[in-house]
């Protein structure tokens, strides 16, 4: 079926340090979204990105999606104690279900 | 800012009792979604449920399951006969949702989720 791939399971981060976490499809998706959830917290809606190549930013926070719209990526720099959790990315194909990836879980170390 | 509520935040049963969690969705959201994390695992949907009916369900959904909005603002996942495997955070989600180029584009608002272990 299909699955949204994400990498990598864990990242441990210095404060002050960047990093990325990845996510692929093997097929094009409509759109892809991403979630941030704390530790023993429920899942919050981040961002959703639609278009081939767009960009957005929050903050620290830059997402991306890949031209052919089958991979996206989030960029977190000068990773802060507050950005502990799992970032989740979800893709949706059409009309169907969101897909949730793995996720992946960020330890900051001060 | 209106949000998804859920009730009971816990609930300990025991194998092969039925139970019922509800979710209280955002007032003017049309989509109603059910999902479950195993500890420590991904989130996995369960079910989707727009204009009175179910629109989509996973694997998960077997005939154990079922869902209802039995008042126009409930939305319950009832599990008939619960297993050991069960034992999970239970979501609730909704969105308005919209029809976006090539299909559904929409925000998703989780509650904060029950608790459920089946003993």
């Known amino acids: 079926g299909q699955q949204v791939m994400q990498i990598p399971q864990y990242q441990h981060v210095q404060e002050g340090e960047d990093f990325t976490t990845y996510c692929n499809s093997s097929?094009?998706?409509?759109?892809i979204q991403w979630y941030k959830q704390r530790p023993g917290g429920h899942p919050v809606f981040l961002i959703q990105?639609?278009?081939?190549?767009e960009v957005k930013k929050q903050k620290r926070l830059t997402f991306q999606f890949g031209e052919a719209k089958k991979n996206s990526s989030l960029h977190i720099t000068a990773t802060q104690t507050t950005d502990v959790g799992t970032y989740f990315c979800?893709?949706?194909?059409?009309?169907?279900?969101?897909?949730f990836g793995a996720g992946t879980q960020v330890v900051v170390t001060p | 800012e209106p949000e998804v509520t859920q009730t009971p935040s816990h609930q300990v049963t025991q194998m092969g009792q039925e139970v019922i969690l509800r979710c209280v969705p955002i007032?003017?959201?049309?989509?109603f979604y059910w999902y479950r994390q195993i500890l420590g695992q991904k989130v996995e949907f369960l079910v989707s449920?727009?204009?009175?009916?179910?629109?989509?369900k996973s694997e998960i959904f077997d005939d154990q399951f079922s869902v209802e909005r039995p008042d126009g603002s409930n939305f319950t996942l009832k599990i008939r006969s619960t297993k050991l495997e069960d034992s999970a955070m239970y979501f609730c989600?909704?969105?308005?949702?919209?029809?976006?180029?090539?299909?559904?584009?929409?925000?998703?608002?989780f509650g904060p989720g029950t608790r459920l272990l089946v003993l």
């Open positions: 989600a909704s969105s308005e949702a919209a029809v976006g180029a090539g299909g559904l584009v929409e925000t998703q608002y």
């Open positions: 990105l639609v278009k081939s190549g």
């Open positions: 007032s003017n959201h049309l989509y």
């Open positions: 979800a893709g949706r194909w059409s009309w169907g279900k969101l897909q």
């Open positions: 097929t094009t998706l409509s759109n």
């Open positions: 449920f727009y204009n009175n009916e179910i629109s989509e």
